[in-house]
């Protein structure tokens, strides 16, 4: 079984400011990782995932990720923040090589991106 | 890319009633689409996985007469919440598991549908 912890539930920051949104997993297998964000009543947007190959994923909306297999760490990061990406973010993980298995989802950090 | 869609995105009815849901795959086939219930300001609760031409398999605690999953197509599933009462309102998201994309685990997810139930 698979679990996802996200630190923050809440991350204030100023415009133009770099974030840092926390992301820890625990599995007995390998995972594929994945970063989702939630704007308010909408469903999930794909912002970037890890499959396999290089640790550093780049995402969209200027987003990238790093998979740290020894932290088991997946921490999402943006340089410079604009108040359109204050939504709601999950981190999740996935068993690699299990078709269709389920998500297994963190419990979101809300990213609050003040002027 | 993939589009997944949900119908309604937002629906009122009155306790007892039953409230139908559906989730279609736009551009692609989707022999895997699962759906979850989503609490405010809660992460995203996996409520079954819906197999194309099979019974779906619910996690444990899901009522499945409660949440009749019909999965009759490659592009469409729907929910059905059966004498819905106040405690069924949540916000309902469907995603689908497109198989030919070569990418073995990667989910879309539908847009959500908002289900009050008075």
């Known amino acids: 079984a698979q679990s996802v912890t996200q630190l923050d539930s809440q991350v204030p920051v100023f415009e133009e400011a770099p974030v840092e949104l926390r992301c820890n997993y625990s599995?007995?297998?390998?995972?594929?990782l994945f970063w989702y964000v939630q704007y308010p009543n909408q469903g999930l947007q794909l912002l970037l995932k890890y499959l396999s190959g290089s640790t550093l994923v780049k995402g969209i909306n200027g987003f990238e990720a790093e998979f740290n297999k020894s932290q088991t760490s997946f921490h999402l990061r943006k340089p410079s923040v604009h108040i359109s990406d204050t939504a709601e973010y999950f981190c999740?993980?996935?068993?690699?090589?299990?078709?269709?298995?389920?998500?297994?989802f963190g419990g979101g950090t809300r990213l609050m991106v003040k002027p | 890319g993939a589009v997944v869609s949900q119908h309604p995105s937002w629906v009122i009815c009155k306790s007892g009633t039953s409230v139908k849901i559906e989730c279609r795959s736009l551009?692609?086939?989707?022999?895997?689409m699962f759906w979850y219930r989503q609490f405010p300001k809660k992460s995203l609760m996996l409520m079954a996985t819906?197999?194309?031409?099979?019974?779906?398999?619910?996690e444990q605690g899901v009522e499945k007469d409660k949440f009749l999953i019909n999965h009759a197509s490659l592009t469409l599933s729907t929910l059905t919440v059966t004498s819905a009462h106040p405690e069924d309102s949540s916000f309902y998201i469907c995603s689908a598991r497109d198989v030919l994309a070569g990418e073995a685990d990667t989910q879309y997810f539908g847009p959500g549908t908002r289900l009050t139930v008075l």
């Open positions: 551009d692609f086939q989707a022999t895997t």
């Open positions: 999740a993980v996935s068993e690699r090589g299990n078709a269709g298995n389920m998500l297994t």
């Open positions: 599995s007995s297998v390998s995972v594929y």
């Open positions: 819906s197999n194309e031409g099979s019974k779906a398999t619910y």
